[in-house]
């Protein structure tokens, strides 16, 4: 069984701190994608990384690949009450169509 | 454009007794999925349609589950005879594609089973 590890799985911090969600896995993955969920809705795509070693950045989130794309970061600076959320990663494996999704990071920013 | 759309969104039944969970994608999305949620944590597949094929169903944990696609489009979860541990929220999904394709995500359906 493949599995995706995401820590830590609860989080809770002050406004304004900087914080690092990871997401880990023995298997290699041909992308990678983070998701946001709120309560009562479903995920919401962030971001695709696909290059081992890439970055992005979307405001105050920046994504990293890892350079095997075995793993995963998802760094938020100057968190935001609005940041609040489960974050989810997932990745369909090489070879395998469909994406397996990550344990989960419940994230809660307190004003 | 309307997006993934799920009914019902909360549905409370006794054991014993089958329920259908309905999904409408997004029009002219091919692809669809169904995944399971429980105690807001990660999703587990359930099972993956490309068309009205399922190419994956590895994912439906007992033979009580099972799901159908028509016209390419509107999607039936079923579960029959329900047991206290199907209690969670299903989750529908919809991509253009294949599942390396950006998948948007519908509401869910809360399911209580009693």
């Known amino acids: 069984t493949q599995l995706l590890e995401q820590s830590p799985q609860f989080l809770s911090i002050q406004e304004g701190e900087n914080l690092t969600v990871y997401c880990n896995s023995s298997?290699?993955?041909?992308?990678l994608q983070w998701y946001r969920q709120e309560p009562g809705e479903g995920p919401v795509l962030l971001v695709t990384?696909?290059?081992?070693?890439e970055v992005k950045k979307l405001k105050r989130l920046t994504f990293q690949f890892g350079d095997a794309r075995k793993d995963s970061s998802l760094h938020i600076t100057a968190a935001q009450p609005g940041d609040t959320g489960l974050y989810l990663c997932?990745?369909?494996?090489?070879?395998?169509?469909?994406?397996?999704f990550g344990t989960g990071t419940r994230l809660t920013i307190i004003p | 454009g309307a997006g993934v759309s799920q009914s019902p969104s909360n549905k409370v039944t006794e054991k014993g007794k089958d329920v259908e969970l309905r999904c409408d994608p997004i029009?002219?999305?091919?692809?669809l999925y169904w995944y399971r949620q429980s105690l807001g944590q990660g999703l587990e597949f359930l099972i993956y349609?490309?068309?009205?094929?399922?190419?994956?169903k590895s994912g439906l944990p007992s033979d009580r589950f099972s799901a159908e696609r028509t016209g390419g489009s509107v999607s039936t979860l079923t579960i029959q005879r329900t047991q206290q541990e199907d209690s969670a929220v299903y989750l529908c999904?919809?991509?253009?594609?294949?599942?390396?394709?950006?998948?948007?995500f519908g509401p869910g359906t809360r399911l209580l089973v009693l």
């Open positions: 999904a919809s991509s253009l594609y294949a599942a390396q394709e950006t998948q948007y």
């Open positions: 298997s290699v993955f041909s992308s």
């Open positions: 990384v696909v290059t081992g070693g």
């Open positions: 997932a990745g369909p494996y090489f070879g395998n169509e469909k994406l397996t």
């Open positions: 029009s002219g999305h091919t692809a």
């Open positions: 349609f490309q068309g009205n094929s399922a190419p994956d």
